[in-house]
């Protein structure tokens, strides 16, 4: 059970938007910790895709975009493309460094 | 560019110990305050922190894995190492060791391309 909670699975057909959902508490995203999003493509090595709950690294599209409010933080992925299919994960910290389960993207 | 490479055993036995070495290349180990740490994804699961390090030594490790995680930097040699002692099958995962992008901050910026570790007999 992680201490970060993700839905399990999104989709959404080519063109539209989807949101991915990160919910924590108090003593995480509540807390005021930063959350980062990943999205990680099988047999690869996860890559960062947000930072510091709203950043984009160099070279991440404009497509992806991060927020948080309170307990909770979302990833939003807009203009979806097939190649966006893949497991998103949330991170932040609480006491330790802390990951969400994980959510899959189907592009449908 | 900055490059991690994993290294060690694909194949452990149950009860013994894992050591992993993560050896780093296009920046040195000691030249800031980066956070460096080890990630694992057992088959089918999601990421989960195993632990992490500053060059200073000052070392950090997930609950979950009690006191079977030691962490430690070798700058002489620009790596950082992993051993989880006593494991079992549970601990078969990919296994990541990656850089924060900023200095004194905690997002995973650079990953290593993982390595798969089996436990088994």
């Known amino acids: 059970q992680s201490v970060l909670t993700q839905p399990p699975s999104v989709s959404g057909a080519p063109g539209q938007r989807v949101t991915i959902s990160c919910t924590g508490s108090?003593?995480?995203?509540?807390?005021?910790?930063?959350v980062h999003w990943y999205q990680h493509l099988p047999g690869t090595a996860p890559k960062l895709l947000i930072y510091?709950?709203?950043n984009r690294p160099s070279g991440v599209p404009d497509r992806f975009s991060g927020s948080k409010s309170g307990t909770s933080a979302s990833l939003a992925i807009t203009g979806l493309q097939a190649e966006d299919e893949a497991d998103y994960y949330c991170?932040?910290?609480?006491?330790?460094?802390?990951f969400g389960g994980g959510t899959k993207l189907t592009v449908l | 560019q900055l490059q991690l490479q994993e290294s060690g055993p694909g194949l452990v036995k149950p009860s013994e110990t894992l050591s992993l070495t993560c050896t780093v290349s296009?920046?040195?180990?000691?030249?800031?305050?980066?956070?460096w740490s080890w990630i694992r994804q057992p088959p089918g699961k999601g990421l989960e922190w195993i632990g992490g390090?500053?060059?200073?030594?000052?070392?950090y490790h997930n609950p979950s894995l009690k006191s079977r995680v030691t962490i430690s930097v070798d700058t002489s040699k620009n790596q950082f190492s992993l051993n989880l002692s006593s494991v079992t099958a549970a601990d078969t995962a990919v296994y990541y060791c990656?850089?924060?992008?900023?200095?004194?901050?905690?997002?995973?910026?650079?990953w290593g391309q993982g390595t798969l570790v089996t436990v088994s007999s």
């Open positions: 990656a850089r924060s992008l900023f200095s004194r901050s905690r997002e995973v910026g650079y």
């Open positions: 296009g920046a040195s180990i000691s030249s800031s305050y980066y956070y």
């Open positions: 991170q932040s910290y609480d006491t330790t460094v802390v």
């Open positions: 108090s003593s995480n995203i509540g807390a005021g910790y930063d």
């Open positions: 390090l500053y060059y200073s030594g000052n070392t």
């Open positions: 510091g709950n709203s």
